[in-house]
């Protein structure tokens, strides 16, 4: 797990973006397993990345077909439901008078925020990417949302490649890596005990004002 911290605009969803090829750099190179990413078919790139961001894209469709749109090809109604328990979504889903044949509306404006990021996050989990985009997944939820959606993020990272962009640092403090990112570049990165523990540091005085904020 990688995780990109930073303040507001420093360039830490410009990652994200670079990544899924919304656009490409005008300098540098991204490779993925030492191949540059131009050299991928763009459909297949994106088929092995799973995105949830902080407003999920949901169609005017049913809950099922939101989730199922994540997987190429047939989907089992077994695939769908463990998909949604994973992403803690079953019991709210089971609890609608229309259960899986519940219409989100236009962008799921029947759902709740919470309800909304299970649904995004159960649709990466049966497309079971290789590597899974968290752009500030919960930074629009409620503390209780958070938690239960934070829980189901933590079981989809296991095994997974895996970049974070969170606004809550206690999110990512056991990060493989977290990096800084200031003005579009890299400032800082390291374990969170190394970087904590740098004077003055940038990594350092956000976990301070996040504190102070909290």
Not at 88 to 96: E, K, R, V, Y
């Amino acid at each position: 797990t990688v995780a990109l911290v930073g303040e507001s605009g420093s360039g830490k969803s410009t990652v994200i973006s670079l990544l899924e090829r919304f656009y490409d750099p005008d300098s540098g190179h991204i490779l993925l397993d030492g191949v540059e990413i131009q050299k991928f078919q763009l459909k297949w790139l994106r088929q092995q990345m799973g995105l949830v961001s902080q407003e999920p894209v949901l169609f005017n469709d049913t809950i099922r077909a939101n989730i199922a749109y994540g997987k190429q090809g047939a989907v089992t109604e077994k695939e769908i439901i463990a998909a949604a328990q994973a992403a803690n979504a079953h019991q709210f889903i089971s609890g609608l008078p229309e259960g899986y044949d519940t219409n989100v509306g236009e962008r799921g404006v029947q759902l709740s925020g919470g309800q909304k990021q299970r649904i995004a996050i159960a649709r990466a989990i049966i497309k079971d990417p290789k590597i899974l985009l968290l752009d500030e997944a919960t930074s629009a939820l409620d503390a209780e949302s958070e938690r239960v959606v934070q829980d189901a993020l933590d079981r989809v990272m296991v095994n997974r490649s895996t970049i974070v962009i969170a606004h809550r640092l206690s999110t990512i403090q056991g990060a493989d890596l977290i990096a800084v990112v200031q003005n579009g570049a890299i400032a800082e990165k390291g374990r969170h005990e190394v970087l904590i523990g740098m004077k003055d540091g940038l990594y350092a005085s956000l976990v301070a004002l996040h504190k102070s904020s909290s």
